[in-house]
């Protein structure tokens, strides 16, 4: 019986181990990754036009609003559900909601559609602060639909 409980405590150890080293790696290749993005935003920022021509406009901001609304539904039913994975919806969600605002800001042109853009802005920015509390919160348990008598 303890030869089997070691067995099973070694596979464990060696598992544990595997995983830190695949976290570690995982991370360095971040890492590496935010270093070797400036030299290409260097390369992005000297060679990209400033103007011009894009084709399925409208498909794609409507793709962005889908990403973000499929992101709110998936957050809210896996959260409702006590599901911990709501907050990795809650986490994507808050980021397509920061990019969303940012091309609509700098995509926009100056005056009426710019001030549209920086109050869609603001309430993007209240989804995604709303999204990052969710993803960081804890004690995901279900939430009941109707509270009982000390709940009230």
Not at 21 to 37: T, Y
Not at 73 to 78: D, E, G, N, P
Not at 97 to 110: E, G, H, K, N, Y
């Amino acid at each position: 019986m303890l030869d089997r409980l070691a067995v099973v405590q070694t596979r464990q150890t060696r598992r544990t181990k595997r995983m830190r080293r695949l976290k570690r790696w995982a991370l360095i290749l971040l890492g590496s990754s935010s270093v070797l993005l400036v030299p290409w935003m260097v390369v992005l920022a000297l060679t990209l036009p400033t103007k011009t021509e894009v084709h399925n406009w409208s498909l794609a901001w409507i793709g962005l609003d889908v990403l973000m609304a499929a992101g709110c539904a998936a957050t809210a039913v896996l959260g409702l559900r006590g599901d911990v994975r709501a907050r990795l919806t809650a986490s994507a969600t808050a980021s397509v909601a920061v990019l969303d605002a940012w091309f609509d800001i700098t995509t926009s042109p100056l005056g009426t559609a710019l001030v549209e853009a920086l109050a869609s802005a603001v309430a993007e920015a209240g989804l995604a602060a709303a999204c990052v509390y969710l993803a960081l919160s804890k004690g995901w348990g279900r939430i009941p639909a109707h509270p009982g008598p000390a709940a009230r």
